[in-house]
């Protein structure tokens, strides 16, 4: 039998692990309020809302398992919407898993089960204590790899992302009630469509769209990071110049070429952009079966990456083979933008004659301007300041709504065809509502919620 969203859930909030501090999580109907406070602390205790209460725990022999801080938010407010009981215990993993097991033993008659992932936040969804870009904001905090991603998802929590939705579907939703009350009156026989007013706030739609796109597609590279492949021959730099942009000794770096066997994953913040930063195995004609499987998964990232930083030697003692070049070009994705990057700047006594960017790895030489390049192939060389986070499926959402936008705009200035018009409008407030989950099918929500963390 498939679980119901009404049931009674429980699941420990906490990572695993040891620590301080471990909290439990109950969530579950107004009405079984006072059936959970009895069932878990005894007939006698009386929960104040919103207040800690520092009471004892017992397990199903009566004895004492831990002294813990009990806290009780009735509905509707709590983070789910339903009625949440929190159980703040020391944070052992064992003590952490005895309290759910009596819990539930202990409230087995009630219904209660063990949340699902994502559940907890799913409910908050589901009894409007946050619409789905929010709901999906909270695993984006959780998950966030530098301060500028914190920030960003932290606007989209609060709600920034999703007022700007809302405000320019207003204006759709206006004016597609301007043009379907002119259908009520044919006999009028109005080109409502030609109106200059019509075009114009047409206009002012698609550009708000358009910069809520731009913003979006930058919260995107803050939620999932740019990877950075940085390929070369051996010998020419690769590790050292991984361990000036992480700021530490992340790769081991000597002269004895294939050093780096495999792959070395580092994610580093470049001016507040999460950067995953791959030091790859030298590709090159070997023997070695070891270094030959670290070319191998080298390919494979380079698969991957979103950039192929391609390192060369200015000082000459390495020569560049043009088949690496070759390889790497081979397997990149289609549109991955490649950088050409000339190492060892203070070794090289020649002028460097070409456009590529000229560095130093060990001696910092214009580090600045490689990250400034970085971030630029990527539209990331402004300021991340006042970015809110955005997912891929936001994405298809706004571009989807674009294209219904320029669609309408086609219509109005090439046929009088207001019912045509109208239904673009309509199709664009539906990409709209799936963002904020006005529209969702359950089959995604259940996708989007299966990622959270349980407990969360």
Not at 149 to 156: C, E, P, T
Request: glycine letters at 8%; charged letters at 25%; a negative charge.
């Amino acid at each position: 039998m498939s679980n119901s969203d009404k049931d009674p859930i429980i699941a420990i909030a906490t990572a695993s692990g040891r620590g301080g501090i471990g909290i439990l999580r109950l969530s579950f109907k107004k009405a079984l309020a006072l059936n959970f406070i009895e069932a878990l602390f005894g007939s006698h205790v009386v929960l104040k809302d919103r207040y800690a209460h520092l009471l004892p725990f017992y397990d199903l022999e009566g004895q004492i398992l831990d002294r813990a801080i009990v806290l009780y938010f009735p509905a509707p407010h709590s983070y789910t919407g339903e009625s949440v009981l929190e159980i703040q215990a020391h944070g052992s993993s064992v003590l952490m898993s005895m309290l759910l097991r009596v819990c539930l033993e202990k409230g087995r008659t009630l219904g209660l089960r063990m949340a699902e992932p994502g559940e907890f936040t799913k409910r908050a969804f589901l009894n409007g204590q946050m619409d789905l870009a929010q709901a999906e904001a909270v695993t984006d905090l959780i998950d966030a790899v530098s301060e500028s991603a914190v920030q960003a998802a932290g606007r989209s929590l609060s709600g920034e992302f999703s007022k700007r939705i809302k405000k320019v579907d207003e204006e759709v939703t206006e004016l597609r009630a301007f043009v379907e009350a002119t259908l009520d009156f044919p006999e009028e026989e109005i080109d409502v469509l030609s109106s200059t007013a019509v075009t114009k706030r047409l206009e002012g739609v698609r550009a708000s769209l358009v910069k809520i796109l731009s913003q979006a597609q930058q919260g995107s590279i803050l939620r999932e990071g740019v990877t950075v492949a940085i390929v070369g021959s051996p010998n020419v730099g690769k590790s050292s110049l991984l361990n000036a942009l992480a700021e530490e000794e992340v790769a081991i770096v000597t002269d004895i070429p294939g050093t780096t066997r495999d792959r070395i994953e580092h994610w580093v913040s470049l001016k507040g952009v999460p950067v995953k930063m791959v030091d790859t195995a030298g590709i090159r004609d070997t023997a070695d079966v070891v270094e030959s499987k670290g070319i191998e998964r080298t390919l494979a990232e380079i698969r991957k990456a979103d950039i192929v930083l391609h390192l060369l030697d200015a000082s000459g003692q390495v020569s560049d083979d043009a088949e690496v070049l070759r390889k790497v070009l081979s397997e990149v994705r289609q549109g991955v933008p490649l950088i050409t990057v000339k190492n060892k700047a203070d070794l090289c006594l020649e002028p460097n004659n070409t456009t590529d960017l000229c560095i130093s790895a060990k001696q910092g030489i214009d580090l600045e301007a490689l990250k400034d390049k970085v971030l630029g192939v990527v539209g990331m060389a402004t300021t991340v300041d006042g970015l809110f986070m955005a997912r891929e499926r936001h994405l298809e959402c706004l571009r989807e709504a674009m294209e219904h936008i320029k669609i309408a705009q086609e219509i109005s200035s090439s046929m009088p065809m207001p019912e045509l018009f109208a239904e673009e409008l309509r199709l664009a407030s539906k990409a709209f509502g799936e963002i904020l989950g006005e529209t969702t099918t359950e089959d995604l929500l259940g996708l989007i919620f299966s990622k959270f963390c349980i407990g969360k």
